[in-house]
C-alpha cells in the first residue's frame, strides 16, 4: 500500500468553477499534510500546510482534513487558467525513524480552461 | 528572506564521471531533504540531514551520497553516473524535521549522456 494516494488526473474544469483534489494517506502516524503546485519544469511550490481537522482557508485555496478518515482535500475556488498545474499532495510524520521526510502522492494535473 | 539556493541549476555529465550538487537552506532551517524527479517514477526521497547527521535514506545505491555542514548547507553527490540518473533534483528545507513547512530550490537538471 503507498503512503499517499491522489485521485487519478488529469481534472479539468472551466474558469470560474471550483476544482476539488483528493488525498489519501495510509499512515496514522501522519500529522502534517501539505499541498505543491508545481508547473510544468519548475520546481514544487507549496501553496497550503493543515494541521489539525477541518478546514483551513487561504484565498481561493481551502484544504480540508479528516484524520479519522485519513483524507487530506484541497478546493480550489474561482479557477483561473493560471491555476492549470500538477498538484501534489504531501505528508510527514512526527513518529518513527522517518521524521523530516515528506511522502509525496503521484500529483493530480489539473488544467482549468478559458 | 531569500528561499532555498539550489546550484548549479543546469548540469550536462558523461557516463561514469561525477557530479555534486549544493543546496543552501533558507536562514534558520535545519531539515534539508533531497529528491530525484523524473516523468516515470514521480519525487523518489533520496535522504534528509539534520544537525549534520543523515537521519534517513531512501532507497537508492550506494553511489549517491550526501553531507550536511555545519551552517545547515547540504550537498548531495553522485559517483559514477548512468544515462538513468538525468533527472531534476530538488533540495527542500524546514526549520524542523516535524510540523514545519518545507519549501522547494529551484531545483538542478542533471543530464547524462
Known amino acids: 500500500q503507498k503512503e499517499v494516494e491522489q485521485n487519478s488526473g488529469p481534472l479539468s474544469v472551466p474558469e470560474g468553477a471550483i476544482a476539488s483534489l483528493n488525498c489519501t494517506y495510509s499512515?496514522?502516524?501522519?500529522?502534517?499534510f501539505f499541498w505543491y503546485r508545481q508547473y510544468s519544469g519548475k520546481s514544487p511550490e507549496l501553496i497550503m500546510s493543515?494541521?489539525?481537522?477541518g478546514d483551513k482557508e487561504d484565498g481561493r485555496f481551502t484544504a480540508q482534513l479528516n484524520k479519522a478518515s485519513q483524507y487530506v482535500s484541497l478546493l480550489i475556488r474561482d479557477s483561473q487558467p493560471s491555476d492549470s498545474a500538477t498538484y501534489l499532495c504531501?505528508?510527514?510524520?512526527?513518529?518513527?525513524?522517518?521524521?523530516?521526510?515528506?511522502?509525496f502522492g503521484r500529483g493530480t494535473q489539473l488544467t482549468v480552461w478559458p | 528572506k531569500a528561499g532555498v539556493t539550489q546550484t548549479p541549476r543546469y548540469l550536462i555529465k558523461t557516463r561514469g564521471q561525477q557530479v555534486t550538487l549544493s543546496c543552501s537552506p533558507i536562514?534558520?532551517?535545519?531539515?534539508v531533504s533531497w529528491y530525484q524527479q523524473t516523468p516515470g517514477q514521480g519525487l523518489q526521497f533520496l535522504f534528509e540531514?539534520?544537525?549534520?547527521?543523515?537521519?534517513n535514506k531512501g532507497n537508492f545505491p550506494g553511489r549517491f551520497s550526501g553531507r550536511q555542514f555545519s551552517n545547515s548547507r547540504s550537498e548531495m553527490n553522485v559517483s559514477t553516473l548512468e544515462l538513468g540518473d538525468s533527472a531534476l533534483y530538488l533540495c527542500?528545507?524546514?526549520?524542523?524535521?516535524?510540523?514545519?513547512?518545507?519549501?522547494f530550490g529551484q531545483g538542478t537538471r542533471l543530464t547524462v549522456v
Open positions: 527542500a528545507s524546514s526549520l524542523e524535521q516535524t510540523n514545519t513547512e518545507a519549501f
Open positions: 499512515d496514522r502516524v501522519s500529522q502534517s
Open positions: 493543515i494541521y489539525s481537522n
Open positions: 504531501a505528508v510527514k510524520k512526527n513518529r518513527g525513524s522517518t521524521l523530516g521526510r515528506l511522502y
Open positions: 536562514s534558520g532551517h535545519r531539515s
Open positions: 540531514y539534520f544537525s549534520e547527521t543523515q537521519r
